[in-house]
Structures are given as C-alpha cells and as structure tokens.
C-alpha cells in the first residue's frame, strides 16, 4: 500500500514539474505556431474605447477551446467582476488565425486604475481610465510598423502619461503575411494592455481585393483583429467611427472606404457632426489616414478627392484638427480651407512616422502653407488644457533624453470660442448647415 502511494507521489510530482517546465516554455510563443493547440495563455492583449464608459479587451490564444472571460476590479490580484464576451477567428488562404477574444467591461468610473486577467489565469494587467474632463493628454502615430525604430517610439511614448494612443493608419505592414500581425500584437501589447489604442486604416491593412472572387475579402485581418467602436457610435463599417474621451470627440474616417458625397462614409459623417453638442465635447478631431493637404512627392493628390467631397463638412462644423498618416514624414499645415488660409478652418497635420522604414521626398521648395516640415521618426502628443487652450507637439524618437525640447509645436484654440467661426457654425444650430451648404 505504501508503495503505491509512493509512486503515485512521485508520478504526481513529476507531471507538476513537466507542466511547469511546459508553462516555462511557452513565455514568447506565437499563437498558431510554436505553441501546443491547447495552449490558453493570453496573447496580444490590447485594449480600445468602446462607447461612453466601456472599455473592450481584446486578445489571442492557441488553443481554441480557450474560455473569453476578463475578471476585473479597482484592487490588484482581486476581482469581483467578471464578464464573458465573444470569440472567433478567420482564415486567409492557408492562414488559420487564433482564437481572437473581444469582451467589453463596464460601466468604469473615470481617471481609475483597474487590474485584469484574461481567460480565467496568467497574468495581470492593468489600465487607467481616462479623466472625465480636462486636462487630457493624447498621443497620435501614423506608420507604426515593427523595426527597432517602431521599439525606440513606443518606448520613448511610455516614458510620460497620456489617455489614449491614436493610430491614423500604418499598423503592422503585414501585407498579406498574416504572421506579422501576430508578432506586431507581441510588439505593442506592452503598451496597448495599458492604455486604449484606437486605430484608422491604411493601404497596408487592405490585404484583399473585392474583384477577385475566391480571394479574402479587404480588410479582414484588420477587422478581426481591431474591432473598433463602430456600432457604438451608429457607424455600419469598422473603417470609420467616432468616439468620445475626456472633452474630446474623435471621428476617425476610411480612406479606403467609399467617401464620396453619395456613400454611407459620408452620411454617417454628416449624421455624426450633427449629434456632437460643443458643451460636452468642445474639441473636435478628425483622423484620416491620406492626408488632404502634403508637400509629399509622391503622395500629393492622393488625397484630394476625399477633400473635395468632405472638407466642406469638416469646415462648416468648425473641426478643430484634422490628423493624417500615408506619408512617411511630419508636416503641419495652418488654419486652411480649400487651399487658402482661413481662421476658421482645421489644422493639418500629417505624422506618418512612428517606425516605418522611410521612403519619401518632400517637393522642393516648401509651399507657403507648409509651416514645418520634417523627415524624422516621432510621435505627436495633444495635451487638452481647458475648453478652449491645447498644445501639440511633435517629439523625435532620436531626441530621446528631453521631453522639454519638441521639435515642433503649436497652441490651439477652440474654433468655438471664437465668436466669427461659432456665429457662422452649423454645430450651434444645426438648422444652418443647409442654408451654409447652399452658400458654397
Ligand atoms: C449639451 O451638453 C450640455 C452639457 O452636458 C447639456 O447641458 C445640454 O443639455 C446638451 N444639449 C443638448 C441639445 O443635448
């Protein structure tokens, strides 16, 4: 008898000791690869607003029975709240992707740390929710990629707080190669776990052509992998949505989704402009991947026909910035409305390098409306200070020790508390649209 147990003892041990060596091993694998098919360790967490007050956890495992449960609560290691939410995956030729889980937690209280856990084990993390007013602090990429460029960037970014990481296009370059996206999910989730990453598409994220019948269709890496709040803010395509943080409306627009002024990409944008009451949201920004105004050689124009069928929109609802990517390089354009300057139009500005291997030329000669100009990798932060003062700033990567010392800068004001723009808005009243629409 007490041999037996003997030996069941040590059996046990040694398949304590094999698990452990197995958890040991399974530190940096890559879902669908490496790693066993019963493997649940969550992979590539991130997290993204998902309407006022939600916020969804996103993630991947191997191993496809994998339950998609987040425990979450205000002290670390206890949680008294759980919510389980929805899983799938998808195929792209002979790619088969992993379990990709999406839960949505809420109601949170603003400007509150809260700690999860994904699938019911592993690790923990954490996030902060954003203030419910200002101030408020916003980082915004363009052309992410995954180089040790892209590295030094994120590193750089986490070195000082801000609410949320805006992306205008250019994630992982995947291309069609479906496991670079599941390296770029491990590059970032340090990062994305922790703070909400809200993304607008680029060319790299199409990956698909509707003419070609048995192929994918576009966009289906990027939708599966980036649900963004799109149902939540009554848009009907995950490639445009809006949303709100601290006084902030954010409307992120597809370059690469119909825009003309017959499309649902642009109904939904006037219907969006329309809800946004001033008092609640007074900033208002617009990011879109193709920028409308550039200096680029070989981006110049690219944008234009979005322009022409949108930027009479964006004008008569006084946005106050208007934020691009595509090309490879910072630039910032001042007040400007179809080509001339205008106090009461947007600023653009263009900052498509967060890591991506540049490949570009600005045309000689900047134009009068180029304000700055520069061929560098960086990310730019917004810092909201009140309803009507905000800063931005563009800081390279490179210029790594002070955070004192952008390379660019400019104070906003509101186009609101300006009496000219908001007495000629279509946002105060929007009985006015029509009639200042039939005037242009
Ligand atoms: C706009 O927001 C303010 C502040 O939250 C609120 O008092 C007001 O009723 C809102 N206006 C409309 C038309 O909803």
Known sequence: ?????LVLTIFLLELVLQQQEALASNGGCVATSSCSSTDSQPQQVHISL?????????WITSYKMATSVVEFGSKSGSYNEYIVGDSFSYHYYSYVSGKIHYVTIGPLTPDTTYYYRCGGSGSEYSF???PAAFPAEFVLVGGVGQ?????ATLERISQRCYDAVIVAGGLAYADGHQSLWDSFGQLIEPYASQKPWMVTSSKHEVEGVCTVSKGPQ???AFNARWLMPYHESGSASNLYYSFDVAG???IMLGSYA???TSSAQYEWLKADLTSINRSKTPWVFVVVNTPWYTSSVAYKGEGESMRKAMENLLYTFRVDVVFSSRVNAYERFPRIYDNKQDACAPVYITLGDAGFKPNFEFEHGAPSTSLHRELTFGHGRLRIYDNNKAHFT???TEDDSDYGNPSDQVWLTNLMSSDKCADLCACKKFSCIKTHNDEL
């Open 1 to 5: 008898m007490r041999k037996v147990t």
């Open 50 to 58: 998902a309407g006022q007050g939600y916020m969804r956890i996103s």
């Open 128 to 130: 902060r929710t954003a």
């Open 147 to 151: 180089t040790h460029r892209t590295k």
């Open 218 to 220: 576009p966009f289906k």
């Open 248 to 250: 902030a409306h954010y």
């Open 258 to 260: 119909d825009f003309d």
């Open 394 to 396: 563009w800081f390279r």
